[in-house]
């Protein structure tokens, strides 16, 4: 069974950062391609970015390219999110996940960007 545990969220002013990261229980996780997603209030879930299995391929939306960056260690089935010049339309609840997306979703990590 796939657990993802998503953790270093939090409130943060405009213009901070944030570091994501997500243990991912996925017995072939160094197979897979993995993405972070996010769902802002009142809005669907949405893929930001995502990594090949070898780390050495990445893509992002277009509304945070830029300003984040997805790695991976293999090592360690942890898949990270490094979130800088953070804007209020940033703020959602994240998650990762594998890409696409299968099994149960993790319970994300609240963002909130605030002044």
């Known amino acids: 069974q796939v657990q993802l545990v998503e953790s270093g969220g939090g409130l943060v002013q405009p213009g901070g950062s944030l570091r994501l990261s997500c243990v991912a229980s996925i017995r072939v996780f160094r197979s897979v391609r993995m993405g972070w997603y996010r769902q802002p209030p009142g809005k669907q879930r949405e893929l930001v970015a995502n990594?090949?299995?070898?780390?050495?391929?990445?893509n992002y939306a277009d509304s945070v390219k830029g300003r984040f960056t997805i790695s991976r260690d293999n090592f360690k089935n942890t898949v990270y999110l490094q979130m800088n010049s953070l804007k209020p339309e940033d703020t959602a609840v994240y998650y990762c996940n594998t890409d696409p997306p299968v099994g149960s979703w993790g319970q994300g990590t609240q963002v909130t960007v605030s002044s």
């Open positions: 990594i090949r299995s070898s780390g050495n391929t990445t």
